[in-house]
């Protein structure tokens, strides 16, 4: 599918792509209730409503916003998309399935909070600004049986998103893995990386994993 892509709106990457070969696989039925978190361009949403699954995308940014509903009329796919902060606009909600891919990077100005485009990448220090809260607030949004597919970077500390999924009570382990070059935001900080401990010397390459995390019945 190809998409339109404001400006100032993520457009479908890497991990986006990682992240629908993991839908994909997943498979969602006809009529599984799916929520998309930061649904940016609304791809992953699409790719989940062409397998006919009802679904919901939410986005903090309104440009995003506009993006997702401009990219399902061009489609003609059903598509919910809100505004709002992560969970929030639905947390009085249950899905089958929620697809989560946040802003993962590490950055170097935390204090200052990220800003414009940046919006789209920049996660604090250490890159769980918002991991944490979805590894903490996904979980009680999911059906018996329901499922959380996240990606995010290795250099996010893939352990500690583990860890807390496991600590809410689901089955969660790393199901798909890809290495890929530095992109223009971490050769930007590359130095800064490496001085953190984040990046060894010898790294030229960044992981991306995608975490299942399953609310076994």
Known sequence: MTFLVLPGVYAPQDDTALLAEALHEEAPSPGARVL??????GALALAAARRGAEVTAVDVSRRAVWTARLNAWLTRLPVRI?????????????????LANPPYVPAPHARRGPRSRSRAWDAGHDGRL??????RDAPP???SGGVLLLVQSALSDTGRSLQLLREAGLKAAVVRRRWIAFGPVLRSREEWLRRRGLLAASDEMEELVVIRAERVP
């Open 36 to 41: 998309d978190v930061g649904t940016g361009s």
């Open 82 to 98: 809100r505004r709002g902060n992560l969970l929030g606009p639905v947390h009085d909600r249950t899905y089958d399935l929620i």
């Open 130 to 135: 918002l991991l944490d809260r979805i590894c």
């Open 141 to 143: 949004l999911l059906h």
